[in-house]
């Protein structure tokens, strides 16, 4: 298999409709995380893995079932009698609408990331990703700093500007190797919750050159969003299509 | 059950007005309205004409801001405690802390009931108000720290999560001794909680009181109302008293609140539709 793409968006649960009370707060924001999805879907995907931190490790597949109840949304499900203790974690279950409201039907696996894995762990999931399908999309859930301003969830804090600006430049240039060096705590201490996913990225495309593109970076209600895409890039593209006839 | 704060005893059909007096230069919604001694003793003349029943002093913002040490948290309110004491020697006075130090100082100066509003996170608290027989109120966080914003929580069943943290407290603080009578649970709207949270704690308050412990109410001017109707922090009154009166009318029995005269009508008119209250003038097809 190959990545042949990748989609970083916001596990915010304002961006999932109704959820968000009567009006979307954000809809430049979903618009961009729609597109940047799309961008991967169209790079021609067969498969897609979503990618996101949470409290431990897990691996889930196409069927898992997700709701939103836990946020306080009772009447999102993606099924009817979804059993609790199975449902995907709460980035995942975002992953998983906006790939639905992108008009994904096919194949996908959800990993969630435990977030305190170190660089060189997330790197190695990386390349140990397995699938059957001969082209495969990344979807990579977080946000940059939660601390952009006094009223931001995790209140401001200092070098958060500096965070978002070196995350944005990594992100644009699709620049793997500074990717690598995010600091767990000091992501942590920012409330930022890509680190993980980008790192397992940087593992899952070692040796290949992607073009980074970003469709939104700004900061809303205090947590800096950021919408891209990595998509390999044309030559890697043409030798991957080759291989794989 | 019938309510024991410090010195002030409660019927069962009570329903009580905690009138917040903030100590603070920052606080949300009155920003330092009260920060000066003398506005401070004003306010509480002024809430004590309008039917407060409890006075709760606080000397730190609920919100991230500037750290307050323990020793600045109780310059901010024990003289201030006993200077209510000594004007209102009847009247209830919680003390609005998460630290016992501060609780201890304010216990001394005269305080009746330690609100915890952080949710046991210094678990010395409860030994404070057990030591002085005060009364203590258990709020639900979720486990949040205190000062912070809630971000993306998530609760399985948010009720369940309050009945089960907010009547573990209780009942740890009865066993330490607090006076049974003198313990008051509290859903703690916005804190670990976002506005989806708190909208069902509202909707289900019922179920606390099903508990058997007092409920406590603190939704004034809380950013899950200015959400709910659009509102600024400046115009959240109305929907601050619906939510006194669903609760109210749901067994609730404490509402701490900015708006004393008009939350003490509302409940009143509460009392009067339960039928623990006669009206105050019923002359309409009885003449």
Redesign the interface.
């Known amino acids: 298999m190959s990545i042949v793409s990748a989609a970083l968006v916001p596990?915010?649960?304002l961006l999932v409709p109704g959820?968000n009370?009567h009006t979307m707060p954000a809809p430049e924001v979903r618009s961009a995380a729609l597109d940047a999805i799309q961008r991967m879907i169209d790079a021609g995907v067969d498969e897609v893995i979503v990618l996101a931190e949470a409290v431990r490790d897990g691996l889930f597949d196409s069927t898992a079932p997700w709701g939103l109840h836990?946020?306080?949304?009772?009447h999102f499900f993606s099924e009817a009698g979804a059993v609790?203790d199975q449902l995907l974690t709460?980035p995942l279950a975002i992953g998983a609408s906006m790939l639905r409201d992108a008009g994904w039907t096919g194949t996908t696996s959800f990993h969630a990331l435990e977030r305190t894995m170190s660089a060189d762990a997330a790197a190695e999931v990386g390349r140990g990703l397995e699938t059957t399908k001969r082209s495969v999309g990344l979807l990579l859930l977080g946000n940059g700093s939660?601390c952009c301003t006094?009223k931001?969830?995790?209140?401001f804090h200092p070098q958060a500007d500096e965070f978002n600006t070196n995350l944005v430049a990594m992100i644009r240039q699709g620049n793997r190797a500074a990717m690598m060096e995010l600091p767990t705590q000091g992501a942590a201490e920012q409330?930022s919750d890509i680190r993980v996913p980008l790192q397992v990225f940087a593992g899952a495309t070692s040796g290949h050159r992607f073009l980074g593109s970003i469709t939104f970076a700004d900061d809303f209600a205090g947590v800096y969003y950021i919408c891209a895409t990595q998509l390999l890039d044309a030559d890697d593209l043409r030798l991957h299509a080759a291989s794989s006839r | 059950m019938t309510l024991q704060l410090g010195r002030g005893s409660f019927s069962d059909t009570d329903l009580l007005v905690m009138a917040i007096v903030n100590r603070t230069p920052d606080s949300f919604f009155d920003k330092g309205a009260s920060w000066a001694d003398d506005a401070a003793m004003d306010r509480v003349h002024a809430v004590i004409a309008e039917g407060a029943d409890i006075i709760d002093i606080g000397g730190v913002k609920a919100g991230p801001g500037e750290y307050v040490s323990p020793e600045e948290e109780a310059r901010r309110t024990v003289p201030f405690i006993a200077a209510v004491r000594a004007a209102y020697p009847d009247i209830v006075i919680s003390v609005d802390t998460w630290r016992h130090e501060v609780g201890r100082a304010a216990c001394e100066a005269g305080a009746d009931v330690l609100n915890d509003a952080w949710g046991g996170v210094d678990p010395k608290l409860a030994e404070v108000a057990a030591e002085f027989s005060a009364g203590i109120v258990c709020t639900h966080t979720g486990g949040a720290e205190p000062r912070t914003r809630p971000h993306r929580v998530a609760y399985d069943d948010v009720m369940q999560d309050i009945l089960t943290r907010t009547t573990a407290l209780a009942d740890r603080a009865c066993s330490l001794g607090v006076p049974r009578e003198g313990i008051v649970i509290d859903p703690g709207h916005d804190f670990g909680k976002n506005t989806w949270h708190s909208l069902e704690a509202t909707r289900r308050i019922s179920d606390m009181v099903l508990t058997g412990w007092p409920v406590l109410i603190s939704t004034s001017n809380k950013d899950f109302i200015g959400e709910t109707l659009d509102r600024p922090v400046d115009q959240r009154l109305l929907g601050s008293l619906a939510s006194v009166a669903v609760t109210a009318h749901a067994g609730a029995r404490i509402f701490r609140v900015h708006a004393v005269a008009e939350t003490r009508e509302v409940l009143d008119m509460v009392a009067s539709i339960l039928g623990t209250r006669a009206p105050a003038r019923a002359v309409r097809g009885l003449a």
């Open positions: 596990a915010a649960p959820l009370g836990r946020i306080g949304g009772l609790f709460m939660a006094e931001a969830p995790g209140s409330l």
